[in-house]
């Protein structure tokens, strides 16, 4: 038995997360929405007053409202306000140099970040980020765990503002030392070798190897990055061969860096979507839970940086677990043969067409 004390015809709220309204009501800031977005680079930015940067906020369908990520630009000579948050954030700078600053309890870290730096920001550290150039703007992406942790408190004041150090980093250590983890021989552990560290200054100068399970030519590395639930992985796929397609959990956000090329996500015995790769700037796609993805470069080579929910050291569930391994070995890759015969050919046939129209033949799958 309840007591009714107001009585309404349907319900007011209007299905938005606590994060979805932040953004575009509270912010007043567009929110864009899809399976992938891009270009990235030159997509406009619209002011985010409070950071003194320009930002434009991206919610990608297969983040599942876990990750956050938006494109942030900071004008020439300018700063980003101080900024805190109860929250993982892993940036990788696109264009521009400049520095950043970390507040921690044992003081304050700064390094100098340029084209292709890759860093975290730890835990409720408040930090500034500052265009080095008095002539060009800076611009970088986010990826941050801010909507599940906005979705469950719903506080601004505790979100933002929340004064308590949960010293993630060590302040005396140069943030750019790395742990290096190099690959077990049944790759159980990690398949390639793995970096845990606070700061990349270039994400390509980082040794790579051999990741055998994607297919041949292919260079990987891994980082596990501030003790954060976000990890990374920059990977060099030889294009021109067939990409053997796996899946796993939300929320990896996977940029395609250089290279020309396009990605497929399906649904087992469901929706295809196609995402072509902006050529000379960078797109990003988020796969959406479990549907079957590939990356198909119609070039030579091509570059992919992937920033996701899944730490190898913190994770956070087990969707990715063996996302590596074959099915056959309880994992979560698959190879063409194991393809249904219609799809296979229609993704082979759709491949050597646009591998044609760049003038290059595709070489016949193993
Ligand atoms: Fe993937």
Not at 309 to 330: A, C, Q, T, W, Y
């Amino acid at each position: 038995m309840v007591t009714v004390r107001e009585k309404h015809t349907g319900v007011p709220w209007d299905g938005r997360t606590a994060y979805e309204k932040w953004v575009e009501d509270d912010l007043g800031l567009a929110l864009h929405r899809g399976y992938a977005f891009g270009p990235l680079k030159s997509f406009p930015v619209a002011p985010w007053a409070e950071r003194g940067i320009g930002a434009a906020f991206v919610d990608l369908i297969g983040a599942e409202s876990l990750a956050g990520m938006f494109v942030g630009e900071l004008a020439p000579g300018k700063s980003s306000a101080p900024w805190r948050q109860l929250a993982d954030e892993c940036i990788y700078i696109m264009a521009g140099h400049g520095n950043a600053t970390v507040e921690t309890a044992k003081g304050k870290v700064s390094f100098e970040w340029g084209p292709r730096s890759l860093f975290a920001i730890p835990m409720n550290c408040r930090y500034q980020l500052h265009n080095g150039s008095g002539s060009e703007p800076a611009r970088f992406v986010s990826v941050n765990t801010i909507p599940i942790v906005y979705n469950l408190y719903r506080d601004r004041k505790f979100v933002f503002g929340l004064d308590y150090d949960f010293n993630r980093i060590e302040a005396d250590i140069d943030p750019s030392e790395a742990v290096l983890f190099e690959p077990d021989p049944n790759h159980n552990k990690t398949a390639v070798n793995l970096y845990e560290t606070t700061f990349v200054p270039d994400v390509l100068g980082v040794q790579r190897s051999s990741f055998r399970e994607k297919g041949v030519g292919n260079n990987t590395a891994y980082f596990e990055m501030a003790n954060s639930v976000i990890s990374v992985h920059i990977a060099e796929h030889p294009g021109l061969r067939f990409f053997n397609p796996h899946r796993h959990g939300p929320s990896a956000f996977v940029f395609n860096l250089s290279g020309k090329g396009y990605s497929l996500m399906w649904q087992e015995n469901g929706a295809m979507e196609r995402f072509d790769w902006p050529e000379d700037d960078i797109g990003v796609i988020v796969p959406p839970n479990m549907w079957w993805h590939g990356h198909f470069g119609t070039d030579p080579v091509s570059v992919q940086l992937a920033i996701k929910l899944r730490s190898r050291k913190l994770p956070i569930n087990h969707l990715f677990d063996k996302s590596h391994k074959h099915v056959s070995e309880g994992g979560k890759l698959i190879h063409y043969k194991d393809l249904d015969p219609d799809l296979r050919s229609w993704i082979w046939n759709t491949y050597v067409e646009e591998c044609a129209k760049n003038g290059f033949e595709v070489m016949a799958p193993a």
